[in-house]
């Protein structure tokens, strides 16, 4: 099974808002309701920002929310802020054998 | 507030073994997940299986099956991941991470701070 596919890179000014996307198929992203987001900056941890699509830990800003819609999720950072140019990463259960597949990553770049 | 503590960076010759540990801080060891991913020089995560210490058994990435096996000491909250047979391709930072795999939810939080195996001649 492919990972799923995200863009290379993104970029935008503060302020705005953004929309990375990440797409899979009918076996992961389509099938189950069970997709995080994680927020990676260089030479440290990833950090969990979603799960189950659309929830937010406590700890996270309501600046990042997240969305699916058949088989691509998507996650939105708006009032983006220089501290959000980071890596990030999506992630899919994709069943009892396979279980967990990420994409590649996007790298987000604040102008 | 939980938090992972991994062991040190190490650099294994190709066919060796690898063992790493993943201490935990704060409650509720047993009933969750502790999972291992990685991360190649410049590539995305790869998530590698995992084990519910309650439970004892563990699930693995189709990937790895057969070369790496993943425990934990409930006695120490320590988890485990041995991997076998590195070759340079096993060079990577891998991770700890408590979470839940499964129609249950999927979440990986928090995560260890990692650590780098670099397998060379």
């Known amino acids: 099974q492919s990972a799923l596919t995200q863009p290379a890179s993104v970029s935008g000014s503060p302020g705005q808002s953004i929309t990375l996307s990440c797409t899979g198929s009918?076996?992961?992203?389509?099938?189950?309701?069970?997709v995080s987001w994680y927020q990676q900056h260089p030479g440290k941890a990833p950090k969990l920002l979603i799960y189950d699509v659309n929830k937010r830990p406590l700890e996270i800003s309501d600046r990042f929310s997240g969305s699916k819609s058949g088989n691509t999720a998507s996650l939105t950072i708006s009032g983006l802020q220089a501290e959000d140019e980071a890596d990030y990463h999506c992630?899919?259960?994709?069943?009892?054998?396979?279980?967990?597949?990420f994409g590649g990553g996007t790298k987000l770049t604040v102008l | 507030q939980e938090q992972l503590v991994q062991s040190g960076p190490d650099l294994k010759k190709p066919g060796s073994s690898v063992k790493l540990s993943c201490k935990a801080s704060g409650d509720s060891f047993n009933t969750y997940a502790i999972n291992w991913l990685r991360q190649a020089p410049g590539q995305g995560l790869e998530w590698m299986g995992g084990?519910?210490?309650?439970?004892?058994?563990?699930n693995y990435a189709p990937k790895f099956q057969g070369r790496v096996t993943i425990n934990a000491d409930e006695s120490t909250s320590t988890g485990y991941m041995e991997l076998g047979s590195l070759t340079s391709d096993d060079t990577a930072v891998y991770y700890c991470?408590?979470?839940?795999?499964?129609?249950?939810?999927?979440?990986?939080?928090?995560w260890g701070q990692g650590t780098l195996i670099t397998v060379s001649s």
């Open positions: 991470a408590r979470g839940r795999v499964g129609t249950t939810g999927l979440w990986f939080d928090p």
């Open positions: 084990i519910i210490p309650l439970f004892g058994t563990a």
């Open positions: 992630c899919s259960y994709a069943g009892n054998y396979i279980y967990v597949i």
């Open positions: 009918s076996s992961d992203i389509g099938a189950y309701n069970l």
